[in-house]
T-cell receptor
Framework: DTGVSQNPRHKITKRGQNVTFRCDPISEHNRLYWYRQTLGQGPEFLTYFQNEAQLEKSRLLSDRFSAERPKGSFSTLEIQRTEQGDSAMYLC????????FGQGTRLTVV | SQQGEEDPQALSIQEGENATMNCSYKTSINNLQWYRQNSGRGLVHLILIRSNEREKHSGRLRVTLDTSKKSSSLLITASRAADTASYFCATFTGGGNKLTFGTGTQLKVEL
């Protein structure tokens, strides 16, 4: 498999619970991005890694959100104490020059 | 605010017609990328055009770039119902670290 893989594809959780998403990038790509997208909007940048270093983090990313990329390979995005406003599609991308996206994880907070 | 702004926001055409979408951006770029997104799915990379290129083709897609006007256009020729999707332009900003998207054009191709 040479594409970006995201798991799970769908997640339904109760408000206040913690959730964790995983992204496996294309193996030779050193850059990895997380985005959030709500209905009818373009993807909004959340955070960016170059190898294992988190180089930029959006102000959209509150302290309930944390992302890691140990060893510069896969990445995880954790949301603590989820709120209904966190319901969205969470997209991961990796790149050398062109950025390629995974299918996303759709989060529904009930 | 979005780096790119697509125009129009929505476009409805008949199968076989051509579809043109425009994108404007604000800062200097090294390249500009176009993506397609089917409803509820991930983004599919369509084409990348570099700042020193003025036009690029890929199958039924034709992309132009005018860096003096900070604008790009995506032309889909001989459209098909399967082309129905949202189309986004994206550029690297923030020193080249952050891929920033426009608001998208929703294209509907009717039979």
């Amino acid at each position: 498999d040479t594409g970006v893989s995201q798991n799970p594809r769908h997640k339904i959780t109760k408000r206040g619970q913690n959730v964790t998403f995983r992204c496996d990038p294309i193996s030779e790509h050193n850059r990895l991005y997380w985005y959030r997208q709500t209905l009818g909007q373009g993807p909004e940048f959340l955070t960016y890694f170059q190898n294992e270093a988190q180089l930029e983090k959006s102000r959209l990313l509150s302290d309930r959100f944390s992302a890691e990329r140990p060893k510069g390979s896969f990445s995880t995005l954790e949301i603590q104490r989820t709120e209904q406003g966190d319901s969205a599609m969470y997209l991961c991308a990796s790149s050398l020059s062109e950025a390629f996206f995974g299918q996303g994880t759709r989060l529904t907070v009930v | 605010s979005q780096q790119g702004e697509e125009d129009p926001q929505a476009l409805s055409i008949q199968e076989g017609e051509n579809a043109t979408m425009n994108c404007s951006y604000k800062t200097s770029i090294n390249n500009l990328q176009w993506y397609r997104q089917n409803s509820g799915r991930g983004l599919v990379h369509l084409i990348l055009i570099r700042s020193n290129e003025r036009e690029k083709h890929s199958g039924r897609l034709r992309v132009t770039l005018d860096t003096s006007k900070k604008s790009s256009s995506l032309l889909i020729t001989a459209s098909r119902a399967a082309d129905t999707a949202s189309y986004f332009c994206a550029t690297f900003t923030g020193g080249g670290n952050k891929l920033t998207f426009g608001t998208g054009t929703q294209l509907k191709v009717e039979l």
